[in-house]
């Protein structure tokens, strides 16, 4: 059972065009929220992270949105570039470990 | 900073034998340390968590003796699966815990069993 529901499964944006990856949880335990980019054949990388005492977090072109009441959180990519085409996975982490999304396959189109 | 590494990156072994695979943090200490398994296309499937100096906690439907965990130290974590065979073949991926829930990952080792 998947504690952590992502979506889309993929998309394609073109280039400076906005990616936006949505993620909903049951759990209300999870109190931390990060996200993670990952490239074929690596390991996944920390993109950013929210906690629940804030709604909203910017790094760069990367934003959270986070909607406590809803349980849910999203990822806004802007301005997307080539280089941003991977799969980028949300997780909610509560302590002991974290549960993650199925994924989100990203293609930007030059 | 947070860099986690792995080693090998890739193996091919023969069925029947072992193989190990070695998760350490370069930079930074972790008392925990968790090893997940991702089939292609699929998401990270968690199968244990590492504590330094103590036994591992292993997920469900995870057989604990033929995935052998050892976290000797807070930089390094093993992960040995003994008498691999071909349906253990699979993508390998460590990451270590800085701070509250903060996992960096490591590269990943993909493990082919002939």
């Known amino acids: 059972q998947q504690q952590v529901k992502q979506s889309p499964q993929s998309l394609i944006v073109q280039k400076g065009g906005i990616s936006i990856i949505n993620c909903a949880y049951e759990?209300?335990?999870?109190?931390?929220f990060p996200w993670y980019q990952q490239f074929p054949g690596k390991g996944p990388a920390l993109l950013i992270a929210?906690?629940?005492?804030?709604s909203e977090k910017k790094e760069g072109r990367f934003t959270i949105s986070f909607n406590k009441s809803a349980k849910q959180f999203s990822l806004h990519i802007m301005d997307s570039q080539p280089g941003d085409s991977a799969t980028y996975f949300c997780?909610?982490?509560?302590?002991?470990?974290?549960?993650f999304g199925a994924g989100t396959t990203v293609t930007v189109r030059a | 900073g947070a860099v986690v590494s792995q080693h090998p990156s890739w193996v091919i072994c023969k069925s029947g034998t072992s193989v190990k695979i070695e998760c350490r943090s370069l930079?930074?200490?972790?008392?925990?340390m968790f090893w997940y398994r991702q089939f292609p296309k699929q998401s990270l499937m968690l199968m244990a968590t590492?504590?330094?100096?103590?036994?591992?906690?292993?997920e469900q439907g995870v057989e604990k003796d033929k995935f052998l965990i050892n976290h000797a130290s807070l930089t390094l974590s093993t992960l040995t699966v003994t008498s691999a065979h071909p349906e253990d073949s699979s993508f390998y991926i460590c990451?270590?815990?800085?701070?509250?829930?903060?996992?960096?990952f490591g590269p990943g080792t993909r493990l082919l069993v002939l």
């Open positions: 997780a909610a982490g509560d302590d002991y470990k974290l549960s």
């Open positions: 990451s270590a815990e800085r701070g509250r829930e903060t996992q960096y």
């Open positions: 759990n209300t335990a999870f109190d931390y």
């Open positions: 930079d930074f200490q972790a008392t925990t």
């Open positions: 590492s504590n330094e100096g103590s036994k591992a906690t292993y």
């Open positions: 929210i906690r629940p005492d804030v």
